[in-house]
């Protein structure tokens, strides 16, 4: 029951460097989210996908691009990383939108 | 817009006494409610979610809410609490419809102190 995986689980760039977070779910689940967690502020949506084949901004959008490649998968992209974009990031998936969300154990990202 | 406030970003209590922790929401429609607990350098886990109908919700661990509309709350509690209970609790809300998006609280950490 591997459930949301998410890879790498840790990674270092520098200011920059360009990388892609990975995401897979295998609970055929139909919609896909990537959020941010920063000490004080809680979860914040990045990007979501409520279906294959459509991607949609959320609150904090700016500086990362994203794929929905199949129903399973849903990678995020830093194209330049910033300091700014140091944080855990997490991947969820949900049956639909309105449904709880299953999160995978994260990525801890830092940038120098 | 919808929205979630937690009340107290930390809450220390006994090990044994009552655990109680607040969230208040905002929605322009009926809102879908959720708890989630976060274990240390783990992903956030399902406790209980509200959607319609009975207003006092049971969840895993013994931990159970209560929807108060009038309120516009949905406050966690567990009438005693173990050690194992520590880990940050984040209380979220939904606005239900198939397009809607989840909006999170800024978390509450709870400590269990023997």
């Known amino acids: 029951n591997a459930g949301v995986t998410q890879t790498p689980k840790f990674q270092v760039l520098k200011t920059g460097q360009s990388m892609t977070l990975q995401c897979a779910q295998d609970?055929?689940?139909?919609?896909m989210y990537w959020y941010r967690q920063d000490p004080g502020m809680g979860l914040r949506l990045i990007y979501y996908?409520?279906?294959?084949?459509?991607?949609d901004k959320g609150e904090v959008p700016n500086g990362y691009n994203v794929s929905r490649l199949n129903k399973r998968e849903f990678s995020l992209r830093l194209e330049s990383a910033a300091p700014s974009q140091t944080s855990v990031y997490f991947c969820a998936s949900s049956y639909i939108s309105n449904q709880p969300q299953h999160f995978g154990d994260g990525t801890r990202l830092s940038i120098l | 817009a919808q929205s979630v406030t937690q009340l107290g970003s930390h809450v220390s209590v006994s090990e044994g006494a009552l655990v109680l922790l607040r969230c208040n929401y905002s929605s322009s429609v009926p809102p879908y409610l959720f708890w989630y607990v976060q274990y240390p350098n783990q992903g956030l886990q399902l406790l209980l979610k509200y959607t319609t109908g009975a207003t006092l919700v049971k969840g895993i661990n013994g931990f159970e809410a209560e929807f108060k509309k009038s309120e516009t709350s949905f406050h966690l509690t567990k009438p005693s609490a173990h050690m194992s209970d520590a880990a940050e609790y984040f209380c979220a809300v939904s606005e239900g419809g198939t397009a809607s998006k989840l909006t999170f609280g800024t978390g509450t950490r709870l400590q269990v102190t023997l």
């Open positions: 609970m055929n689940h139909n919609s």
């Open positions: 996908s409520a279906s294959e084949g459509t991607t």
